[in-house]
């Protein structure tokens, strides 16, 4: 059966598919130690939406990483997703607002679920931390960073979140994408 679905996002840009090397790089960026790979990653994922947006006259206004609720942040001793966020905003010379986003509740991990319990898993999970900051965005262009991509519900939550507070258009940036 084919199901189509509808999503928030308008275009992703992946460095590649999650195997091999790249799925090495991404497990050894959720340690502390793997900060200078993320710094890598995010440098090629930089060079390639630069020279993307670029040809396709596209305009990206702010980086916003895909929050991770604070107790995993703690555990893991910080985000990779920032890191590699911060290194594309860097790039775009934009700003990369890494603590405007946040999760509301504790959630299974996404990578332990099928397609379907995915979306239910991030339905509402997301919020905006300070609202009274929304009208900064009203209208402009964003670009979500997160490190790997399967279904897109994660994402997609969230740019259906930000589009529901007058964000125009969101994009995507990930460094691997898995199969959903």
């Known amino acids: 059966m084919c199901v189509m679905r509808k999503y928030h996002f308008e275009r992703t840009w992946v460095l590649g598919e999650y195997a091999n090397h790249l799925k090495r790089a991404v497990l050894a960026i959720k340690s502390s130690s793997g900060r200078p790979l993320a710094n890598a990653l995010g440098a090629l994922l ?3 939406i630069c020279a993307d947006i670029e040809r396709c006259d596209t305009q990206i206004d702010a980086v916003l990483p895909v ?3 604070w107790k995993r942040r703690l555990a893991r001793r910080g985000s990779s997703v920032d890191i590699i966020a911060k290194r594309i905003a860097s790039a775009l010379s934009v700003r990369c607002l890494d603590r405007f986003l946040k999760v509301t509740r504790v959630a299974c991990k996404q990578g ?4 379907a319990s995915r979306r239910i898993n991030v339905k509402d999970l997301f919020a905006i931390r300070h609202r009274r900051t929304m009208h900064h965005f009203h209208g402009k262009n964003v670009l979500l960073v997160d490190d790997i991509m399967t279904s897109g519900a994660t994402v997609n939550e969230l740019a259906r979140l930000l589009i529901r ?4 258009q969101v994009l995507c ?3 691997a994408r898995g199969a959903a």
């Open 112 to 115: 332990t679920l099928d397609a």
């Open 46 to 48: 930089s060079e390639m």
């Open 67 to 69: 929050p991770t609720h």
């Open 173 to 175: 940036a990930t460094v």
């Open 165 to 168: 507070n007058g964000v125009r």
